[in-house]
């Protein structure tokens, strides 16, 4: 045995040196999970000022060269209230039809199976793919006194063309795919066992369906909702051509719009612009509002 390990083993002898202590390493950045996050993010933001808060901001802007009085004078002068009035009752109406009977067809859609199926599923987003031009001149000759339903309807003294009634049948065939492509796809991912269920613990149809399957599809049918709502309050191609465009009866807001254009208007034009955005604004932040409060109330 050597003296080196004699004297570290006998008692008394010299301890052995205490290990060193490890030098700490520096920690690596977290990986982020997706590449290039600060490149896209930067992109998108770019891509959307470019595209929503440069148009809009210049929107604002332009209206405000506009005196206090001159935009009070532009925006409720009689023949544009008119205007409001048929344009956000008109959307608001035909986004409360599409809800009911989009949700109708999503239904039908999803749960049955009949011939045909896939032609009828095609058929809904044709307001989707054809231009609204087409969709106004195919609408009013379908309506008119000598169309085909026009001239059913005309004897009993029922018009659907060239008056508010033209605007709201307008606004439902644009609007109806949003509600029903909205939520379809809900339906679909619905399951099956909480309604059989229900219906095993003696619930009704009417309960199951308010108390299990509208829960589900609540927020997806109020989205479709604020979707058709924007979309007609918006409209104009497939609009001016079943109106009849009668100031103070059957004029909408956007004709009012081009019409100030046309006269070199452009602060006018952008004075009723303004409006209609904040109006589609605060709509949509209270539909948002009761999204999240249905989600909460739901468990979602």
Known sequence: MTAAATAGGLPGGPSAAPPAPATPTAKRPAKRVLPGFRLTLGFTLFYLALIVLIPLSALVFKTFTLSWEQFISAVSSPRVIASYQLTFGASFLAALVN?????????????????????????????????????????????????????????????????????????????????????????????????????????????????????????ALLTGFAMAFARGVGEYGSVIFIAGNMPMLSEITPLIIIGKLEQYDYAGATAVATVMLLASFFMLLVINGLQSWQRKRSGA
């Open 99 to 219: 809800a009911v009977f989009g949700l109708l067809v999503a239904w039908v859609l999803v749960r049955y199976q009949f011939p045909g199926k896939k032609i009828v599923d095609a058929l809904v987003d044709l307001p989707f793919a054809l231009p609204t031009a087409v969709a106004g001149i195919s609408l009013t000759a379908l309506l008119a006194s000598n169309g085909w339903v026009g001239s059913i309807l005309e004897p009993y003294g029922i018009t659907l063309a060239f008056n508010r009634n033209g605007v709201v049948i307008a606004l439902i065939f644009i609007g109806l795919p949003f509600v029903v492509r909205t939520v379809q796809p809900v339906l679909e991912d619905a399951e099956k066992e909480l309604e059989e269920a229900a219906t095993c613990l003696g619930a009704t149809r009417w309960q199951t369906f308010r108390y299990v399957i509208f829960p589900t599809i609540g927020p």
